[in-house]
């Protein structure tokens, strides 16, 4: 249970522009969607934890204004990468409350 | 003391051997724990979870938790290059505490299962 498909698998932009990624329950009522993000070699952090209908929930060293979270409904979250730089360029993975299995990811790489 | 800790790595074995991956884990008041195999570039995969003393047994791997010694470890049987990944040691908080739902990952260990 607690499919997440997650979009893009991929993609690369200019440092300064923003970029969405979604996450969207498949099977599940997704009242919390957990983003974590991991550096190369490095093994995954959670950054945020967003909940349906109210304010995410950020944890010690995120940037809650670079990372907008967004969960308006119970089978979609998004992570937007505001103003992004060289060093946001990382992989960002979701994860529904309901389960334990991930997202496909999205490498994302900031030119 | 970090949260979650895994041997170091990486780890080489040959194949049909037995690989052992452990974790050790601070909070006395986790509730389960999770391996998964991650390949390079994707996404980590689940193995199993065990949030009961003692041996769990899916396949050619086993999980074992105490709980007393704050321990953790998965036991790969007969290794297969196809088992050539990181292996990510995974424990989520106690019901009721701010960590409740969250997984907090080890470091990893690199698995290297050579012809």
């Known amino acids: 249970g607690a499919v997440v498909s997650q979009h893009p698998s991929w993609v690369i932009c200019k440092s300064g522009t923003s970029v969405k990624i979604e996450c969207r329950s498949l099977?599940?009522?997704?009242?919390?969607m957990f983003w974590y993000r991991q550096f190369p070699k490095q093994s995954l952090m959670l950054m945020a934890t967003?909940?349906?209908?109210?304010?995410?929930?950020?944890e010690q060293g995120v940037e809650k204004d670079k990372f907008l979270i967004n969960h308006a409904s119970l089978t979609l979250s998004t992570l937007t990468v505001t103003s992004a730089h060289p060093e946001d360029s990382s992989f960002y993975i979701c994860?529904?409350?309901?389960?334990?299995?991930f997202g496909s990811g999205t490498r994302l790489t900031v030119v | 003391q970090k949260e979650v800790e895994q041997n170091s790595g990486p780890l080489s074995v040959p194949e049909g051997a037995i690989a052992s991956l452990n974790c050790t884990y601070s909070?006395?008041?986790?509730?389960?724990f999770f391996w998964y195999r991650q390949y390079s570039g994707k996404s980590p995969e689940l193995i199993m979870f065990?949030?009961?003393?003692g041996d769990k047994e899916d396949g050619r791997f086993t999980a074992q938790l105490n709980k007393a010694s704050q321990y953790v470890s998965l036991l790969i049987r007969d290794s297969q290059p196809s088992d050539s990944a990181t292996y990510l040691c995974?424990?989520?908080?106690?019901?009721?505490?701010?960590?409740?739902?969250?997984?907090?990952f080890g470091q990893g260990t690199i698995l290297t299962v050579h012809p």
């Open positions: 995974a424990v989520i908080g106690r019901a009721g505490g701010t960590s409740y739902g969250k997984l907090t």
């Open positions: 994860r529904s409350i309901g389960g334990y299995t």
């Open positions: 099977d599940f009522q997704a009242t919390t």
């Open positions: 967003s909940n349906e209908g109210s304010k995410a929930t950020y």
């Open positions: 909070d006395r008041g986790s509730q389960s």
């Open positions: 065990i949030y009961s003393n």
